[in-house]
């Protein structure tokens, strides 16, 4: 429920930002986060130590399974689940203090969304279950870097700022995209989980060690963006 009155949020917003208050919608970003957050500690206090293997995918929405078959998948493993909860933690902590720090700016409603959009897109990310999901959350991320980034976009310096981060994103996603080339054509699985379980039996595979290094360029160049 609190997903997708999240999400529902994300998109009621967009398309009728000038009629909503951006204090109001902030909260409502707080409620739908706060229910998240506290489902995902009382899993994370009393169910996932008890159940170590807990492994949950889902494959194949009915919004897009006519259009991309077997392609959108999230995945519920215990890595998955402790990074997506630090995500939500973040992104709440963060609207709080958006209700206080950006109180006076003209455009805040701008930066709400964004912020909560890139939370969104982390999440995507944090929880795919294939290589298509990855790159979706992936592109997503820095799809919304480029609008936070570009804030003050008033400010010569922003306006820099933000189109260094998008020409590097674009170089870091044609690392990724050559990785997960590479990967798929020596497994023959877009599912990460397959992917890891066969990877073990190619440990002397000269590709993978290509796609590996190719994974962690794209990564050392999304994070550190020096030139």
């Known amino acids: 429920f609190f997903f997708y009155f999240y999400f529902i949020t994300l ?5 009728f930002k000038n009629k909503i208050n951006s204090i109001h919608y902030c909260y409502l970003n707080i409620f739908s986060l706060s229910g ?3 489902l995902y500690t009382i899993n994370l206090i009393y169910y996932i130590p008890f159940d ?20 959108i998948g999230i995945n519920l493993s215990f890595l998955n689940f402790f990074f997506s909860y630090l995500v939500l933690t973040i992104g709440l902590t963060t ?28 999440l995507i990310l944090v929880l795919s279950s294939n290589f298509f999901t990855l790159f979706l959350g992936w592109e997503l991320i820095g799809f919304t870097s480029f609008f936070l980034i570009n804030f003050w976009h008033t400010k010569r310096s922003t306006l820099k700022s933000s189109f260094k981060a998008f020409s590097f994103n674009l170089i870091s996603d044609v690392f ?8 798929y054509s020596i497994t023959n699985t877009s599912d990460i989980d397959t992917f890891l379980n066969l990877c073990k039996l190619q440990n002397n595979n ?15 160049i999304k994070s550190v963006q020096i030139i």
């Open 95 to 122: 609207n709080i203090y958006i209700l206080t720090y950006f109180k006076w700016e003209a455009n805040e409603s701008f930066f709400i969304f964004w912020i909560n959009f890139f939370v969104f897109s982390m």
């Open 206 to 220: 000269t590709l993978l060690k290509y796609g590996v290094f190719s994974l962690i360029l794209c990564a050392s």
């Open 11 to 15: 998109l009621f917003f967009f398309f």
């Open 176 to 183: 990724l995209m050559a990785s997960l080339v590479i990967f």
């Open 36 to 38: 998240i957050w506290l």
């Open 52 to 71: 170590s293997n807990l492994h949950l995918t889902f494959n194949n929405f009915n919004l897009f399974s006519s259009i991309i078959e077997n392609n």
